[in-house]
Each structure stands twice: as structure tokens, then as C-alpha cells.
């Protein structure tokens, strides 16, 4: 359903460079090492499955992390990775990692149902430069948002391999409200990792030691 609604606006259509026929994009997914704990494949090797095969397509958590392909729905492993094959780890490529890694942003943007579109804050998100943004269509109310989770664990592995981070999100309410927000703060501050919300209230760019984090890490009484 997500999906569908995603596709049919015709939005996440990406125009991919061929070389020969073959997409350039699996050497660009390749030039990361992918997050996704389950799956591990450094810079160079494909994406691997639970069994050990060379996956189908590359994990979503890392071709996001390629600009270009932010909005791609999927990228398949191209023919000369075998995929289905036993995985083996490649050669890391030389230019693994050369990309400059002194600030991450990464985006989150959350709609509270299912109708509800994302698409105008993954749009935001994209031009203020985030580069992965974790998306959700999640109640206010749920107690558990695995994306959020995701962006708050991503954000703290890289703020803690020396990257500076900011998590960017449209509106502080895409976060949750009352203790929920202050437990976020609370976390977002403990790993050192900055906040901008793009507009509300709150609107700019917030430093771990500044005042919005105090803010928001009161619990409303
Ligand atoms: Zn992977």
C-alpha cells in the first residue's frame, strides 16, 4: 500500500548511468559498507542473505546511503555479483570511504496514518541535505517506532566512529510530544548527535549542549 502510493506519483523515478547496459548504481551502493547489522557486507562485496547467499538486491539501509538513490525502491545486485551465489567477501575498493564524512545529516520524517502522505517531508528532508532519511507511517501514540530507533542507533554509531551528526526532521512533533520528546532529547544528547527541525517552533539547528536540548529534556508536569 505504502509502496503503491509511493509509485504511482511517479516521484521516485531516478535516472541511472549505464555502462554497457549495466547500472552504475550497485558500484556507488558498493562504496559503503552496509549498516544493516544482519548483513555486514563491507565497501567492495554485495549484500549477502541470512544464508550466506549474495543477496537479490542491496539492503534498503544501504543504497540510501547514495544521494541519488535516497528514494530508489530497490537496487538489484547486478549479474556479475552472482547473485544467489555463496557470498564471499571482495576486495575493498580503494575509494571506499574517501567521501567526506566530517558531518552527517540524517533525516527522519514520520506520517501518523497510513493515508497520511510522507512525501512532502521526505522532499524537505532531501534538500536540506540529508542523505539517508528513515521514514515511517506510525500512531503519535505507538509506543515503538523501529525507524526512529533505527535513525537514534545510526546517529550514535556514527557520531561515535568521530562523524558529526544531525538528525533533521520537519517538525518537533514528528518526534513524539511530552516525555516521549524529552526522552529523545535525553538520548540524541547522551550520543552527542545535533537536532534541526526544518520548521515549527523550534525551527533551526540545535547543539547537543544547547538550550532547546534542555527544553525539550524537561518532562511536562
Ligand atoms: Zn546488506
Not at 549484500?47 to 540510501?64: D, I, L, P
Not at 547473485?83 to 571506499?96: F, K, M, T
Not at 533505527?150 to 551528526?165: F, M, N, P, Y
Request: with cysteine.
Amino acid at each position: 500500500m505504502f509502496h503503491e502510493s509511493l509509485q504511482t506519483t511517479g516521484r521516485l523515478k531516478h535516472t541511472h548511468e549505464t555502462v554497457g547496459g549495466v547500472s552504475d548504481d550497485f558500484k556507488r551502493v558498493e562504496s559503503h559498507d552496509c549498516p544493516m547489522s544482519t548483513c555486514g557486507a563491507p565497501a567492495g562485496s554485495p549484500c549477502r542473505t541470512g544464508s550466506g547467499k549474495v543477496a537479490v538486491q542491496y539492503h534498503t539501509a544501504r543504497f540510501r546511503l547514495v544521494p541519488s538513490l535516497a528514494k530508489a525502491l530497490n537496487v538489484p545486485t547486478p549479474a556479475v555479483r552472482r547473485p544467489g551465489s555463496a557470498w564471499v567477501e571482495l576486495p575493498r575498493p580503494v575509494n571506499a570511504g574517501a567521501e567526506p564524512t566530517g558531518h552527517v545529516r540524517l533525516g527522519y520524517a514520520r506520517a501518523s496514518t497510513a493515508r497520511q502522505s510522507l512525501d512532502s517531508q521526505l522532499d524537505s528532508l532531501a534538500e536540506a541535505g540529508a542523505t539517508r532519511i528513515f521514514a515511517e507511517k506510525i500512531s503519535t501514540r505507538a509506543t515503538k517506532r523501529p525507524e526512529l530507533d533505527a535513525a537514534v542507533a545510526l546517529a550514535g554509531e556514527l557520531r561515535a566512529s568521530g562523524v558529526h551528526v544531525t538528525l533533521v526532521v520537519h517538525e518537533h512533533k514528528r518526534l513524539g510530544r511530552g516525555i516521549e520528546l524529552a526522552a529523545l532529547a535525553e538520548d540524541l544528547k547522551a550520543r552527542d548527535v545535533g537536532l534541526e527541525f526544518l520548521t515549527g517552533e523550534l525551527k533551526g539547528s540545535h547543539d547537543p549542549s544547547g538550550v532547546v536540548f534542555t527544553v525539550l529534556g524537561v518532562p511536562p508536569r
